[in-house]
Structure formats: C-alpha cells, structure tokens
C-alpha cells in the first residue's frame, strides 16, 4: 500500500475508534446514571468504564467483525487464521488497542501513542495490537453517504453527553 493509503486507513481507524468510544461511554453514562453516589468514586467509575468500553468493543468485534464506528467507515476485521474472531481474542486485540493506542483514553495524553500508533503503522501497515492478536484489517468501500451519516452521528453523541444532565431534568420535569 502506498504512503498516501496507509495515512488515509490510519485516519480513519482512529475516527472509527473515537466514535466508538464515544458511542460507548454515552451507553455506559446511560446505564449508570441511576446508580447513586457512583460518580462520586471517579478511580472506580473510570475503571469499570473501561472494562465497559473494552467489553463492548470486543463483543461487536466477536459477532459482527466490526464495531458501529468502522462498520460507517468501512472497516472490517479479521483474523488472520479464520475470519471470525473469538471473544478472546478479539478481547485481548480491544485492550491492547486501549492500553497501548490510547493509553486508556486518559484525556489530552492519549494523542501521544496514538501518534505514535500512527507511525508504526505506516512503517509496518499494522498495529501493535493487530500484530499482538493476530487480525488484520480489511477495507471496504466507504461512499460519500456512510461518511456523512458518520460525522452527524458523531456530532449527535457528543451532543447528547455534553448535555445528558439538562436532558435528565428535562425528563424529570416532564414526569
């Protein structure tokens, strides 16, 4: 692949992984938003985050080779033995991909690996964590449409974070 193509793919994993990221930490605020006093222990509620991001990641990977955010842009991933992944694996591929591509999605650090991630991968056309399970990623075409879905979507779930406590007493008041 040229230089050009490996810059393009590498850009779009990354987008595809912050969407995702995004996706499921919105889910995760959703589902614990009713559990009292739970933000209150930030150390406990980032790392049970994470195992919520790792796990959901992994389990779209497992059963549809792809996530909400690639399946927008296209992506696809595959072992390099069988075409589907188990749980495991896809498991171990997602928190590599967070510990050693985000560094856990610490906020503002977690550019360094990923820039970092970057240029491996347009050294080697692979991650560290592709290489560490075994998979590869596979491109399909990506029309015009998924792209603009995608950054609306995008946009929507940032929205929809940034203001999910005016949309609970929102909700609050209409009860």
Same mark, same amino acid.
């Given at each position: 692949m040229t #230089?050009?193509?490996?810059?393009? &793919?590498? +850009?779009?994993? !990354? +987008?595809a992984?912050? @969407?995702d990221y995004f996706l499921f930490g919105f889910i995760f605020l959703v589902l614990t938003s009713? &559990? $009292?006093? !739970?933000?209150?222990?930030?150390?406990? =509620? !980032? @790392? *049970? /985050?994470?195992? =919520?991001?790792?796990?959901? #990641?992994?389990? @779209?990977?497992?059963?549809?080779?792809t996530t909400p955010g690639k399946k927008f842009l296209g992506i696809h991933i595959v072992g390099?033995?069988?075409c589907i992944i188990p749980f495991q694996i896809a498991l171990y591929r997602t928190f590599w991909a967070y510990v050693k591509g985000l560094w856990l999605?610490? $906020?503002?650090?977690m550019f360094? $690996?990923? +820039? =970092?991630s970057k240029r491996r991968y347009m050294k080697t056309g692979t991650t560290i964590w592709d290489e560490a399970a075994q998979t590869e990623i596979v491109m399909s075409p990506s029309n015009?449409?998924?792209? *603009?879905? =995608? *950054?609306?979507? !995008?946009?929507?779930?940032? @929205?929809? &974070?940034?203001?999910?406590?005016?949309?609970? /007493?929102?909700? /609050? /008041?209409?009860?």
């Open positions: #230089e050009k193509t490996l810059s393009k &793919i590498a +850009w779009l994993r !990354f +987008w992984r912050m @969407f009713h &559990i $009292p006093n !739970f933000t209150t222990y930030p150390v406990l =509620f !980032f @790392f *049970v /985050q994470i195992l =919520f991001l790792v796990s959901s #990641e992994a389990m @779209f990977i497992s059963r549809t080779g390099k033995q069988t999605g610490l $906020p503002v650090i360094i $690996p990923a +820039w =970092f015009l449409f998924r792209r *603009v879905m =995608f *950054v609306i979507v !995008f946009i929507l779930i940032m @929205f929809l &974070i940034g203001n999910y406590s005016l949309l609970q /007493q929102a909700v /609050q /008041q209409a009860k």
